[in-house]
């Protein structure tokens, strides 16, 4: 899956990693997403972590993929639409 499929795709389910401070280290799974924000369930507890500014890690096929909170700071619904 290249980049702006993985970008137009649902999100939630999807295994995360936060690189930028200061939520770096949370990682876990999507358990929802709003505009700016995406719920990570991470050891049990769900953290809300802001996308702007944000720098995620996702796991891509066998591979991984990083993208800035602000390529896709978009409601979920409406990214298929405005991700290019």
């Not at 990693?17 to 924000?37: A, M």
């Amino acid at each position: 899956m290249n980049r702006s499929d993985f970008m137009r795709s649902e999100l939630i389910g999807r295994e995360v990693e936060v690189l930028s401070r200061p939520y770096s280290g949370i990682s876990g799974k999507i358990v929802d997403e709003t505009r700016n924000t995406f719920t990570v369930r991470s050891a049990g507890t769900d953290r809300m972590v802001p996308k702007q500014g944000g720098e995620f890690r996702f796991a891509c096929g066998k591979g991984y993929l990083d993208i800035k909170g602000e390529e896709i700071q978009h409601r979920p619904e409406d990214r298929i639409k405005k991700v290019r």
